[in-house]
């Protein structure tokens, strides 16, 4: 694509929507990997002896904490590297440690499993987000990423189906347990893990696009060395690692670094003595740290970036409204296939069926006519994008607490649809936004911010938290519907962002300068 100039608008190449077509099934894979231990959530429960709470914590907290933390610093290494690379690499791995999962024995043996996916995974979409963002102008990038992000839904959706297919399948023909003594939800691992392999092969197949191209920006001088770099980065938000990250800013820096440390740890003591679990708390305390880490470091050595991205509330509030968008949309998502079988007495084959397809169905209508309407908005209102975030904060709202009121499985089914295609319709919305709100170079790290938003605040909460209400309460309905306290907060943040991103992004260029950029 040649440099565009002000006014130009440049027809999309042919090549940018194959690339889009690939990314597209990765992320279908990413989520397979990813929800699938939804449908085997009540095998899984039985075998190993695991309470709601356990199966939040493995789907959520074990996963989801990791993830975010990895996300920065494989940013980071996105904005610095070969992003096909990257992200070749972390398929394989995901799609391996999702295999090993089939070997776990024990809850402990699963969660460690379940961190190597999510290490691996968060390094697709700050690779993904970059690439299309260079390969797709910024009139088409809602539209974009939200036919990328559709793969959630997708890959979701058919997890489930897979999922429940493959145990019934197994357990019909190895009653007693199949090869290796395997059961039918360890099977179900191995099985999702293997196409991944496969698939990396393509994915290390794609061109590099020239960064900044999208926007006839120039492109920046190769990163001199982008492993430095990245270890430089992972010494700044993995602990105990942080503590020499800390020093390395001086006295000041490495106190301030302890203090933060001591307040986390004493939040979590408190919530430990309560009587809340210590898996739970000390993952979320660990992710709290290496964030509250990250971003005491990247001031001092990226001001720039962290004048677009930490001190910048435009962003903070996109990326606070759409984290508990999502917070909402994972428990919705990983219980709804429980409670189709435990309370309203589905099989595991029908529930994954109906739910995975609907999932996809409904997921991947919402999220692309998210994007388009998005962008349509956007044309016509700096902030029109957020207008679509402020509908994703309410509109589910009535069709998550019918669904999970009811005693009737066809309606049970029947809200779904509306509950999952309206939750999803502010993704693409708010991933461009952040996008926006940032320069070419700092695109990976603000993925890997937003996803910190979706991650600690809603994949490592929500599932967990209704979860944990399920077994205090002893009803997985008041579990879910108990979350539905979060939307008064979700829609002030998406309000707030409305207001404030069309002067962050005219003034994008401006702070950028007044920290320290040199901007040609």
Excluded at 89 to 115: C, D, Q
Excluded at 306 to 328: K, M, Q
Aim: with cysteine; hydrophobic share 50%.
């Amino acid at each position: 694509m040649p440099p565009s100039t002000p006014g130009d608008a440049p027809k999309t190449p042919v090549y940018a929507w194959y690339v889009l077509g690939v990314l597209f099934f990765v992320y279908v894979l990413n989520f397979i990997d990813r929800q699938i231990i939804s449908i085997l959530a009540e095998d899984i429960k039985r075998d190993l002896n695991l309470r709601d709470e356990d199966l939040g914590f493995l789907y959520g907290t074990a996963f989801g904490v990791f993830y975010a933390l990895f996300g920065i610093p494989l940013g980071r290494l996105a904005d610095n590297w070969h992003r096909v690379r990257l992200m070749t690499l972390g398929l394989a791995l995901w799609s391996t440690m999702t295999a090993l999962s089939g070997f776990a024995r024990s809850g402990t043996a699963l969660a460690g499993a379940r961190i190597g996916v999510g290490i691996g995974e968060a390094s697709a979409s700050p690779s993904a987000y970059s690439l299309i963002s260079d390969w797709f102008p910024k009139r088409l990038r809602a539209t974009a990423l939200a036919i990328y992000s559709a793969g959630l839904y997708v890959g979701g959706g058919i997890s489930l189906g897979i999922g429940g297919l493959i145990v019934r399948g197994w357990n019909e023909a190895y009653p007693a347990g199949g090869p290796l003594g395997l059961a039918g939800w360890q099977a179900a691992f191995l099985i999702v893990g293997m196409p991944g392999l496969m698939l990396a092969l393509l994915v290390a197949t794609l061109r590099e696009p020239v960064r900044g191209q999208s926007e006839g920006l120039p492109a920046p001088p190769p990163h001199p060395a982008p492993f430095t770099a990245f270890l430089q980065e992972l010494v700044t938000i993995v602990p105990p690692l942080t503590l020499i990250g800390a020093a390395q800013g001086g006295t000041r820096a490495f106190l301030t670094n302890i203090t933060g440390l001591a307040v986390i740890a004493g939040l979590v003591s408190a919530l430990v003595a309560f009587g809340e679990p210590v898996p739970q708390w000390v993952a979320i305390g660990i992710g709290a740290y290496a964030v509250f880490s990250w971003a005491s470091a990247l001031k001092r050595r990226d001001a720039p970036t962290f004048a677009l991205i930490v001190a910048n509330p435009a962003f903070l509030c996109t990326v606070v409204a759409y984290g508990l968008n999502a917070f909402l949309s994972y428990t919705v998502t990983f219980w709804a296939p429980p409670y189709a079988i435990r309370v309203l007495g589905a099989t595991p084959a029908e529930a994954g069926f109906i739910i995975g397809g609907m999932g996809a169905v409904s997921g991947f209508v919402g999220v692309t006519i998210g994007g388009l309407v998005a962008d349509r908005l956007r044309a016509r209102h700096p902030a029109g994008r957020l207008m679509v975030v402020i509908f994703g904060a309410v509109a589910p709202s009535l069709a998550i607490a019918t669904a999970f009121t009811t005693t009737n499985l066809g309606l049970f089914y029947i809200m779904l649809f509306p509950a999952q295609t309206l939750a999803s319709c502010a993704l693409g919305a708010a991933a461009a936004t952040t996008q926006d709100l940032v320069l070419p170079r700092m695109r990976g790290t603000a993925t890997g911010t937003f996803l910190i938003g979706t991650t600690l605040l809603g994949l490592a909460l929500g599932p967990y938290l209704a979860g944990r209400v399920s077994t205090l309460s002893g009803s997985l309905s008041v579990g879910v519907l108990a979350m539905l306290v979060t939307v008064p907060v979700t829609l002030a943040a998406a309000i707030m962002a409305f207001r404030l991103v069309p002067a962050a992004e005219a003034n994008r260029e401006a702070r950028a300068r007044a920290a320290g950029e040199v901007i040609e």
